[in-house]
């Protein structure tokens, strides 16, 4: 559709997409103009799928020179009149560069038909990313009533401007409720029904050192599309909870090919996709699906080396609609202080050693002193807590 729209899976699923970290620049005009960093390597992505998205990176600088450059995550497109699936939300987006955290731009912009209409929505007051506007989809006279105003408020010559872009049209006074046909029109105007595209960008300048790996974390609460009970979208195949009731499947996908727009592949890639009562992902393109995975517990852990995406995420998680959710300590990649060795046990053999200034994925073990470290193909190991850095303490 334009350039920065991603594809998507189904029509229902047109709002779920998120993306990797991707490198580019904001014109003057509005416009993201991405760019590839051909010198800049992704060594390792550890990325989890859960209540919420958590993302470490390393990043290296593999050229003689320091590299400055905008980095952007994106949200996925929506519309600016019922966001994120009718819901106000907010995705309380963090982000770490080097374990600090660092302040961020918010780029919004709303497209129609290739053109950009923000001001008008914004004149409007229709800002669904920062505000919701109450537009109920089962009171349509209301909505039609309230939108109506908005537009009346608008000085004429701005009214012009908007019919022009064939933004306004006549407001709807009668509707037949089984075809959705209106059958009488007001002389009066409201906004148009049409494809809007809300584009939500987070993003910050970045310098990548020469020689030298740079992390970078940043983490967020997905929106989800709460709709999937029983069994989940992604697995087409009758399983253990299909017809369990007391499990509530909620979708949502990841854009991981603008990791792309790095020096390619990513050197390790670790995914862990994390419910309470079970998990799901499959590798998506161009709306069809493959590769699913269904976890028959709660977690899915995938390990790829020189890893070239090509296909997307679509994950679903499992819980239990009668509970609340509790809090999870997500695995990050810590950051080693000291030689350190990896055992098969806390306070067990040594199996091999992680040098020093390198990073291992983990999360803290039920032994206390002790973290779970997370390495190749799932095998698990301990590491003393003395010898990983504090930033997640």
Same mark, same amino acid.
């Given at each position: 559709?334009?350039?920065?729209?991603?594809?998507?899976?189904?029509?229902?699923?047109?709002? #779920? +997409?998120?993306?990797?970290?991707?490198?580019?620049?904001?014109?003057?005009?509005?416009?993201?103009?991405?760019?590839?960093?051909?010198?800049?390597?992704?060594?390792?992505?550890?990325?989890?799928?859960?209540?919420?998205?958590?993302?470490?990176?390393?990043?290296?600088? =593999?050229?003689?020179?320091?590299? =400055?450059?905008?980095?952007?995550?994106?949200?996925?497109?929506?519309?600016?009149?019922?966001?994120?699936?009718?819901?106000?939300?907010?995705?309380?987006?963090?982000?770490?560069?080097?374990?600090?955290?660092?302040?961020?731009?918010?780029?919004?912009?709303?497209?129609?038909? %290739?053109?950009?209409?923000?001001?008008?929505?914004?004149?409007?007051? +229709?800002?669904?990313?920062?505000?919701?506007?109450?537009?109920?989809?089962?009171? #349509?006279?209301?909505?039609? %009533?309230? +939108? *109506?105003?908005?537009? *009346?408020?608008?000085?004429?010559?701005?009214?012009?401007?908007?019919?022009?872009?064939?933004?306004?049209?006549?407001?709807?006074?009668?509707?037949?409720?089984? =075809?959705?046909?209106? =059958?009488?029109? $007001?002389?009066?105007?409201?906004?148009?029904?049409?494809?809007?595209?809300?584009?939500?960008?987070?993003? #910050?300048?970045?310098?990548?050192?020469?020689?030298?790996?740079?992390?970078?974390?940043?983490?967020?609460?997905? !929106?989800?599309?709460?709709? $999937?009970?029983?069994?989940?979208? /992604?697995?087409?195949?009758?399983?253990?909870?299909? %017809?369990?009731?007391?499990?509530?499947?909620?979708?949502?996908?990841?854009?991981?090919?603008?990791?792309?727009? #790095?020096?390619?592949?990513?050197?390790?890639?670790?995914?862990?996709?994390?419910?309470?009562?079970? /998990?799901?992902?499959? /590798?998506?393109?161009?709306?069809?699906?493959?590769?699913?995975?269904?976890?028959?517990?709660?977690?899915?852990?995938?390990?790829?080396?020189?890893?070239?995406?090509?296909?997307?995420?679509?994950?679903?998680?499992?819980?239990?609609?009668?509970? !609340?959710? !509790?809090?999870?300590?997500?695995?990050?990649?810590?950051?080693?202080?000291?030689?350190?060795?990896?055992?098969?046990?806390?306070?067990?053999?040594?199996?091999?050693?992680?040098?020093?200034?390198?990073?291992?994925?983990?999360?803290?073990?039920?032994?206390?002193?002790?973290?779970?470290?997370?390495?190749?193909?799932?095998?698990?190991?301990?590491? /003393?807590?003395?010898?990983?850095?504090?930033?997640?303490?």
């Amino acid at each position: 559709m334009k350039k920065i729209v991603l594809c998507c899976v189904y029509v229902l699923l047109t709002s #779920w +997409l998120w993306a990797n970290d991707t490198a580019g620049q904001l014109l003057p005009t509005g416009e993201i103009q991405f760019k590839r960093q051909k010198n800049i390597v992704l060594k390792n992505e550890a990325l989890v799928l859960s209540e919420k998205v958590a993302v470490d990176y390393l990043f290296e600088n =593999t050229s003689v020179q320091d590299i =400055t450059t905008e980095v952007f995550f994106p949200l996925p497109p929506t519309s600016p009149l019922v966001p994120y699936f009718n819901k106000g939300h907010n995705f309380h987006f963090k982000v770490f560069v080097n374990e600090q955290e660092i302040p961020y731009q918010t780029h919004r912009r709303i497209m129609l038909d %290739e053109k950009d209409v923000t001001r008008y929505f914004d004149l409007m007051g +229709l800002d669904s990313y920062e505000k919701v506007v109450a537009l109920d989809g089962s009171d #349509w006279k209301g909505t039609a %009533e309230k +939108l *109506q105003q908005l537009v *009346q408020s608008l000085s004429e010559e701005t009214k012009q401007e908007m019919r022009n872009l064939g933004i306004l049209e006549k407001s709807c006074l009668e509707m037949n409720e089984d =075809t959705g046909i209106c =059958t009488r029109f $007001s002389q009066q105007e409201q906004l148009a029904h049409k494809d809007y595209q809300q584009e939500v960008y987070f993003y #910050w300048m970045q310098t990548f050192p020469a020689h030298t790996t740079t992390h970078i974390y940043h983490e967020y609460v997905p !929106s989800f599309l709460e709709q $999937s009970v029983g069994y989940p979208y /992604a697995s087409h195949i009758p399983f253990e909870y299909k %017809e369990d009731n007391d499990i509530f499947w909620k979708a949502a996908a990841y854009i991981v090919t603008t990791a792309n727009n #790095w020096k390619r592949p990513i050197g390790l890639f670790h995914l862990l996709v994390l419910g309470e009562k079970g /998990a799901a992902v499959s /590798a998506y393109n161009q709306g069809r699906t493959s590769e699913t995975k269904v976890a028959l517990g709660n977690y899915i852990a995938v390990e790829k080396r020189d890893f070239v995406p090509s296909s997307e995420i679509l994950f679903e998680i499992a819980s239990d609609p009668h509970t !609340s959710h !509790s809090s999870v300590i997500l695995p990050r990649l810590y950051k080693v202080t000291e030689n350190a060795s990896l055992m098969n046990t806390p306070f067990g053999t040594p199996d091999k050693t992680l040098v020093k200034d390198s990073y291992v994925w983990a999360y803290p073990a039920q032994e206390k002193g002790w973290f779970v470290a997370l390495t190749a193909q799932g095998t698990v190991h301990y590491i /003393a807590q003395e010898n990983l850095s504090d930033f997640w303490k």
